[in-house]
């Protein structure tokens, strides 16, 4: 059985650092894309930065320059280092990643809990 956990989530002052982990554990043969995602109250939920195996990153126009992403494929972990955060970063944060399972030897998507993160003084 396949799970994401997410930590790192809090209550950040603008300007400073956070740093969000994904851990994903359970019959996995390996990781393709993993990226993370938030989700803001009534606000659709959006892309923020991903990352495949190569290590090839993309990032949300709006980050772009003060979010990084990264992988530990060893850990099969995904962060997500937020630098100079806004209040209009405040959002619900959500990993996700596509995992090829040990059986069936197949790709799926899977989802972390989730990890409120706002950004106030």
Do not use: H
């Not at 043969?29 to 659709?44: E, L």
Request: proline fraction near 4%; charged fraction near 15%; glycine fraction near 12%.
């Amino acid at each position: 059985q396949v799970q994401l956990v997410e930590s790192g989530g809090g209550l950040v002052q603008p300007g400073g650092s956070l740093r969000l982990s994904c851990a994903a554990s359970g019959g996995i043969f390996s990781i393709n894309g993993m990226g993370w995602y938030r989700q803001a109250p009534g606000k659709q939920r959006e892309l923020v930065a991903s990352i495949i195996s190569g290590g090839t990153t993309t990032y949300a126009a709006s980050v772009k320059g003060r979010f990084t992403i990264s992988r530990d494929n060893a850990k099969n972990t995904v962060y997500l280092q937020m630098n100079s955060p806004k209040p209009e970063d405040t959002a619900v944060y959500y990993c996700q990643m596509k995992i090829v399972r040990v059986m069936p030897r197949l790709e799926y998507v899977y989802w972390g809990q989730g990890a409120q993160v706002t950004v106030s003084s």
